[in-house]
Each structure stands twice: as structure tokens, then as C-alpha cells.
Nanobody
């Protein structure tokens, strides 16, 4: 079992920045790949970015390339999502999740999920 808690969401103006954190507890955090997903009202949950267990490989959806950066600190059992140049279309609930596979883009490959944190970007 892995428990995940996201934080750092909030309201920001377009062009602003936010840094999300996802703290994990439970077994073997450092052995899991991690991902961030988001879900806007009326839409399906979509992949944002993933990171390998070591942090050596990262995978970005086109929506976040050049604006978002994922990182992890296995000593602190935490993964981060730095979001810059935010746009109103980034408004969503952001979820972190852990995966024991390398199918980063597939929501079905993730085993545990956090409760989500709301990000709202005003125009």
C-alpha cells in the first residue's frame, strides 16, 4: 500500500506559476514510477507527466512541454510538479499516482492515487 497526498494547488493568474508536491507514505516509494494526471470538469483524466523510479527519465504530454517540470526526491518520498506560464486551460484537479510499470501515459497502469489538488488559472 502507498498513500499519496498532493498539495500546492490554488488560484493563479494566467502566466503565473505553481509548484505541486506529492508526498508518499508506505512501502518502497523509490521503486515506483510516478505520474501526474489532471481532470477538468466534464473531461477524462489525462496524463500530464511521468518520471521513472530513479528520476533519470521523464515523459511529458505535449500540453506541458516547455512549461512543466517534474522531479522527485526519494529521500523525502516526494515528487514535485513545477508549472510555469500557466494557462486557463490548465485548470483542473491534479492527481499524483504511482505505477509499478513503465506505461507512463496509460492511466490504467497506475496502482495508487492521491485525492487531488485543485489548480485554477484565471484569465
Amino acid at each position: 500500500q502507498v498513500q499519496l497526498v498532493e498539495s500546492g494547488g490554488g488560484l493563479v493568474q494566467a502566466g503565473g506559476s505553481l509548484k505541486l508536491s506529492c508526498s508518499a507514505s508506505g512501502r518502497a516509494f523509490s521503486s515506483y514510477a510516478m505520474g501526474w494526471f489532471r481532470q477538468a470538469p466534464g473531461k477524462e483524466r489525462e496524463f500530464v507527466v511521468g518520471i521513472s523510479w530513479s528520476g533519470g527519465r521523464t515523459y511529458y504530454a505535449d500540453s506541458g512541454k516547455g512549461r512543466f517540470t517534474i522531479s522527485r526526491d526519494n529521500a523525502k518520498n516526494t515528487v514535485y510538479l513545477q508549472m510555469n506560464s500557466l494557462k486557463p486551460e490548465d485548470t483542473a484537479v491534479y492527481y499524483c499516482a504511482v505505477s509499478s510499470s513503465n506505461m507512463y501515459y496509460d492511466v490504467r497502469s497506475y496502482d495508487y492515487w492521491g485525492q487531488g489538488t485543485q489548480v485554477t488559472v484565471s484569465s
